[in-house]
């Protein structure tokens, strides 16, 4: 009996410690799997970009230069008017942020109707435009409406705001002041993704103008560098799954694993002992 206990034990220890290992192709970044030659090393990969569309939520930095104070600093409200005289707007730029003053307080926020409210302008549609689009929008408008032909005027967001959550070291919400960004610099920014982190089902959930989308992506895997999820959106919500591995409890590494071993064995050969004395 006490043979038999021994070797099913033995069995046991074997299976766990070959399931307990985590292989490096499941930890490894953009990986050519499938060894396909368009994606060789020093080949040159077209990346898949998508111009960004804005909505509900977003905040733009809006500013509108001319030669003429005047023309431009009625569509600021009071406070980017007050702050911005006598620096950037005294020489027809507008400074929309009002220096270092918070986007959050002073940015244009589009609301939930996807609308963007500039003074003496009013109320704009801008959910559904890129920031170019906007621009020329408002440049239009300001022509038409106000008789500036004298007006260039600059939209673009305050940076590119996402959250990420799961097996990551450094989780929650994350602010790239950059006009573009990738989902690696995301994972890089959140620093890195941990040992028991799925790297292959990566979810990324996304906003639409008509709902949300939840995308799977495997950051182990060359092909993601031609995918247009490759490059976040502001909004995004990446969630990191663990692995299986984590309902065994086992260590991360193999040392860890071996130690966890050798302590089952310990106490197992301790019982063992009590029971034939």
Do not use: W
């Not at 953009?30 to 994606?39: R, S």
């Not at 006598?86 to 244009?108: D, V």
């Not at 960004?181 to 995301?186: D, F, G």
């Amino acid at each position: 009996m006490i043979k038999l206990f021994k070797q099913l034990l033995l069995l046991v220890v074997i299976v766990a410690a070959a399931s307990s290992c985590i292989p490096n192709e499941k930890v490894i970044y953009i990986q050519n799997k499938e060894d396909v030659a368009e994606l060789g090393l020093d080949t040159l990969i077209e990346l898949s970009r998508q111009d960004y569309r804005l909505q509900p939520n977003d905040i733009l930095l809006i500013n509108f230069y001319s030669r003429e104070q005047t023309a431009v600093e009625k569509f600021y409200p009071l406070l980017l008017r007050t702050n911005a005289l006598g620096s950037n707007m005294a020489r027809g730029g507008g400074g929309g942020n009002g220096g270092q003053q918070n986007l959050y307080f002073t940015g244009y926020n589009v609301d939930k109707d996807g609308n963007v409210e500039i003074n003496a302008l009013g109320r704009i549609e801008a959910a559904g435009l890129t920031t170019e689009e906007l621009k020329y929008k408002l440049e239009d408008l300001i022509r038409e409406q106000e008789g500036v032909n004298d007006i260039l005027v600059n939209v673009k967001l305050d940076g590119i705001r996402y959250t990420i959550f799961g097996e990551v070291n450094a989780p929650g919400p994350q602010t790239l002041q950059q006009y573009e960004a990738n989902l690696i610099e995301a994972i890089a920014t959140s620093g890195d993704l941990t040992l028991n982190a799925n790297r292959a089902h990566v979810q990324i959930i996304r906003q639409y103008p008509d709902g949300v989308r939840i995308h799977e992506v495997d950051v182990t895997e060359r092909k993601l560098l031609q995918s247009p999820l490759y490059f976040l959106q502001p909004n995004d919500i990446i969630y990191v799954p663990p692995l299986k591995i984590r309902e065994l409890g086992t260590g991360e590494s193999a040392l860890q694993t071996f130690a966890a071993i050798v302590g089952v064995v310990s106490g197992t050969a301790l019982i063992i002992s009590i029971i034939n004395n």
